[in-house]
């Protein structure tokens, strides 16, 4: 039996957890406040991964250390570089092998939207240049490493344009006006096919060393990826519409949250497909159809609801 050490127990970080645990691995879990999934192999711990010692010390005999972690996304650049700076740290003091759950920010606007792992880190945004940091320290660290890009997540608990617009506005039956070109292809990352790479890839050493794509489902617009939903979930259809751009710039200027989204927006008012063709044919693995990770979230937002009933 293996050990493993996951930092962060979002949807990601818990389903690598279970993963693991069903393989018969012993997982421990790190976080602030000791959350993480129910299993007799998967241990949570209270603690402060951007303590260096403390990381360390918990990394022990472990065989991967994987990085899951979802630091508050206004304060990127003041809580990343601490926390990723541990993680690398404790992995070169333990051996372990340091798997980075990635994204596509690293690349910035791609001319024609399509992404592969040889585009160029061209990202010239605050938090794009925060990930290209951590990945380039990663590399030059010495450490056996690999990180994994997905593109927006489509999930049970996964945070989204489609969780945080669409599905609010369905549920509520009103118009759903999303910050996006509604009919731009999208690839969309279901969290289980992310952690589903995360785990098989960093226990491959031909992975190690470089970025891979997860294997995602064909992309689809903003508009279709709702239909979709709409047809499994059973919910009414909703008016769709796009936010014009300048609006959540001009929110920008005062609200916080608003001004992250923003910088970010040229990933949803163009198409935005990544390819993962590579992570295909190398490592044999296929992404979900989308219709399982939407009748996921379709799930889960129907035993919120009876809960609140």
Same mark, same amino acid.
């Given at each position: 039996?293996?050990?493993?050490?996951?930092?962060?127990?979002?949807? &990601?970080?818990?389903?690598?957890?279970?993963?693991?645990?069903?393989?018969?691995?012993?997982?421990?879990?790190?976080?602030?406040?000791?959350?993480?999934?129910?299993?007799?192999?998967?241990? $949570?711990?209270? =603690?402060?991964?951007? @303590?260096?010692?403390?990381?360390?010390?918990?990394?022990?005999?472990?065989?991967?250390?994987? %990085?899951?972690? %979802?630091?508050? /996304?206004?304060?990127?650049?003041?809580?990343?570089?601490?926390?990723?700076?541990?993680?690398? #740290?404790?992995?070169?003091?333990?051996?372990? &092998?340091?798997? #980075?759950?990635? %994204?596509?920010?690293? /690349?910035?606007?791609?001319?024609?939207? $399509?992404?592969?792992? *040889?585009?160029?880190?061209?990202?010239?945004?605050?938090?794009?240049?925060?990930?290209?940091?951590?990945?380039?320290?990663?590399? =030059?660290?010495?450490?056996?490493?690999?990180?994994?890009?997905?593109? @927006?997540?489509?999930?049970?608990?996964?945070?989204? &344009?489609?969780?945080?617009?669409?599905?609010?506005?369905?549920? !509520?039956?009103?118009?759903?006006?999303?910050?996006?070109?509604? %009919?731009?292809?999208?690839?969309?990352? /279901?969290?289980? @096919?992310?952690?589903?790479?995360?785990?098989?890839?960093?226990? *491959?050493? $031909?992975?190690?060393?470089?970025?891979?794509?997860?294997?995602?489902?064909?992309?689809?617009?903003?508009?279709?990826? =709702?239909?979709?939903?709409?047809?499994?979930?059973? @919910?009414?259809?909703?008016?769709?519409?796009?936010?014009?751009?300048?609006?959540?710039?001009?929110?920008?200027?005062?609200?916080?949250?608003?001004?992250?989204?923003?910088?970010?927006?040229?990933?949803?008012?163009?198409?935005?497909?990544?390819?993962?063709?590579?992570?295909?044919?190398?490592?044999?693995? !296929?992404?979900?159809?989308?219709?399982?990770?939407?009748?996921? &979230?379709?799930?889960?937002?129907?035993?919120?609801?009876?809960?609140?009933?």
């Amino acid at each position: 039996m293996s050990k493993h050490v996951i930092v962060g127990s979002g949807p &990601v970080g818990s389903s690598v957890a279970r993963l693991l645990a069903e393989r018969g691995e012993s997982v421990r879990m790190v976080t602030r406040s000791g959350t993480g999934p129910a299993h007799p192999l998967i241990e $949570r711990v209270a =603690a402060d991964a951007a @303590d260096a010692a403390r990381l360390t010390e918990l990394t022990r005999d472990a065989v991967t250390l994987y %990085n899951c972690a %979802n630091p508050k /996304y206004t304060q990127w650049e003041s809580l990343w570089p601490p926390l990723a700076g541990a993680m690398l #740290t404790a992995a070169q003091r333990t051996g372990a &092998v340091l798997a #980075t759950t990635g %994204n596509l920010y690293v /690349y910035g606007p791609v001319p024609g939207g $399509r992404m592969t792992e *040889d585009s160029p880190l061209a990202a010239t945004g605050r938090k794009g240049r925060v990930r290209i940091k951590m990945w380039q320290d990663a590399l =030059a660290s010495g450490v056996r490493t690999v990180e994994v890009r997905g593109s @927006d997540y489509i999930g049970a608990g996964a945070a989204s &344009v489609f969780s945080m617009v669409l599905l609010p506005a369905i549920h !509520k039956g009103r118009t759903a006006w999303a910050p996006a070109d509604i %009919n731009a292809p999208h690839t969309f990352t /279901y969290t289980g @096919d992310m952690a589903r790479a995360l785990v098989e890839l960093a226990g *491959d050493e $031909r992975a190690w060393g470089r970025a891979w794509h997860v294997p995602s489902a064909p992309a689809i617009s903003v508009k279709d990826l =709702a239909a979709r939903y709409l047809a499994i979930s059973g @919910d009414k259809p909703v008016p769709i519409r796009q936010l014009p751009r300048f609006v959540m710039r001009t929110a920008g200027l005062a609200v916080p949250m608003a001004r992250e989204l923003a910088e970010m927006d040229y990933q949803f008012y163009a198409p935005f497909v990544m390819d993962s063709s590579l992570t295909e044919r190398t490592f044999g693995l !296929k992404a979900t159809d989308l219709d399982v990770s939407l009748a996921e &979230v379709a799930a889960g937002a129907a035993a919120t609801a009876s809960r609140t009933m």
